[in-house]
């Protein structure tokens, strides 16, 4: 039993004439007389009797008929299925990304994502940079938002972003006075920052800042989420250094001054299999390229 057959049998059930079957299904007559002939025989059954010039359906025909035009409407859905599969509109995704993006870029594209391709189911891990490293190697990431660096072989990393630091001050601060803030005036003050195993990028470019300044910075606490750092910064603990993304962040008691004096900037990156290339991982790297490489100017837009 062939599709074909069961299209050229539906066509004749519905026109009730061969004839205007044929001419629906683009071929002639003998041809389509002949394939529900062989469908007749392999079946065993009549599925149509003559009525004047036309035909009608046996009783075993219509019972024939509800099946086969399921039969057709679901190899109809298997070649959509495959098709969109194909263009990457369908599938899953896992993917990692670090604390600090939850609050900026990944909520942006995951709402953007979904609302473009809700038929692409996904898998969302808050994830360390040294997790994100053992799940790519266990291949149970596909995408990872994080910040650089990580480097593993297999997996392509592509900077989306690079942005200023900026710094979280407490309101009541005297620094939060000024426009922005010089990396000489944080020579005495109490800083908030990330252990260097969590963030050792970010760890590195704040010392570095800091000693190009002339002074080592004074660090009274490391917290392993930059939010909760902030968090700590409205509630007088300290000061703490963000990338300007996550000035977006709007706590109580939390003022944001740019920083004068340094050129580190923040990177934000992508990073995907190289060696298990997917549609569906092709959409999401698009998509992240556009919105990410947009900066804190177009993620402020869309919380607004």
Same mark, same amino acid.
């Given at each position: 039993? *062939?599709?074909?057959?069961?299209? /050229?049998? $539906?066509?004749?059930?519905?026109?009730?004439? +061969?004839?205007?079957?044929?001419?629906?299904?683009? =071929?002639?007559?003998?041809?389509?007389?002949?394939? =529900?002939?062989?469908?007749?025989?392999?079946?065993?059954?009549?599925?149509?009797?003559?009525?004047?010039?036309?035909?009608?359906?046996?009783?075993?025909?219509?019972? +024939?008929?509800?099946?086969?035009?399921?039969?057709?409407?679901?190899?109809?859905?298997?070649?959509?299925?495959?098709?969109?599969?194909?263009?990457? #509109? =369908?599938?899953?995704?896992?993917?990692?990304?670090?604390?600090?993006?939850?609050?900026? %870029?990944? @909520?942006?594209? =995951?709402?953007?994502?979904?609302?473009? /391709? @809700?038929?692409?189911?996904?898998?969302?891990?808050?994830?360390?940079?040294?997790?994100?490293?053992?799940?790519?190697?266990?291949?149970?990431?596909?995408?990872?938002?994080?910040?650089? @660096?990580?480097?593993?072989?297999?997996?392509? !990393? #592509?900077?989306?972003?690079?942005?200023?630091?900026?710094?979280?001050?407490?309101?009541?601060?005297?620094?939060?006075?000024?426009?922005?803030?010089?990396?000489?005036?944080?020579?005495? #003050? @109490?800083?908030?920052?990330?252990?260097?195993?969590?963030?050792?990028? /970010? %760890?590195?470019?704040?010392?570095?800042?800091?000693?190009?300044?002339?002074?080592?910075?004074?660090?009274?606490?490391?917290?392993?989420?930059?939010?909760?750092?902030?968090?700590?910064?409205?509630?007088?603990?300290?000061?703490?250094?963000?990338? *300007?993304? !996550?000035?977006?962040?709007?706590?109580?008691?939390?003022? /944001?001054?740019?920083?004068?004096?340094?050129?580190? !900037?923040?990177?934000?990156?992508?990073?995907?299999?190289?060696?298990?290339?997917?549609?569906? $991982?092709?959409?999401?790297?698009?998509?992240?390229?556009?919105?990410?490489?947009?900066?804190?100017?177009?993620?402020?837009?869309?919380?607004?």
């Amino acid at each position: 039993m *062939e599709l074909r057959q069961l299209r /050229y049998f $539906v066509a004749a059930a519905e026109e009730e004439h +061969f004839g205007r079957a044929a001419t629906r299904v683009h =071929i002639s007559q003998p041809p389509l007389s002949q394939q =529900i002939q062989s469908l007749e025989t392999e079946l065993g059954v009549d599925l149509f009797e003559r009525v004047g010039r036309g035909v009608r359906l046996t009783r075993a025909g219509a019972e +024939f008929l509800v099946h086969a035009r399921g039969v057709l409407r679901q190899s109809e859905r298997a070649v959509d299925m495959a098709q969109r599969a194909g263009r990457g #509109e =369908i599938g899953r995704l896992a993917i990692g990304f670090v604390g600090s993006l939850a609050f900026t %870029y990944v @909520p942006w594209l =995951i709402r953007e994502f979904r609302a473009r /391709y @809700p038929d692409i189911g996904l898998s969302l891990h808050e994830l360390t940079i040294a997790q994100q490293t053992d799940w790519f190697s266990d291949r149970r990431l596909q995408i990872g938002l994080l910040r650089p @660096p990580l480097e593993l072989p297999g997996v392509e !990393l #592509e900077v989306l972003l690079r942005e200023p630091f900026a710094l979280a001050i407490p309101d009541s601060h005297p620094l939060a006075q000024l426009d922005s803030v010089p990396v000489a005036a944080l020579r005495d #003050e @109490p800083l908030i920052m990330l252990p260097r195993l969590v963030g050792l990028r /970010y %760890y590195s470019q704040v010392l570095g800042m800091c000693h190009r300044a002339g002074f080592s910075p004074l660090v009274i606490h490391e917290i392993g989420h930059l939010p909760t750092a902030v968090s700590l910064v409205g509630a007088g603990v300290g000061l703490t250094v963000v990338p *300007e993304s !996550l000035t977006v962040l709007s706590l109580p008691g939390v003022t /944001y001054r740019s920083i004068s004096g340094s050129s580190e !900037l923040a990177e934000t990156a992508l990073c995907w299999c190289r060696e298990e290339p997917l549609p569906v $991982v092709d959409r999401f790297i698009d998509l992240a390229r556009v919105l990410v490489s947009s900066g804190v100017k177009g993620l402020a837009r869309s919380i607004l």
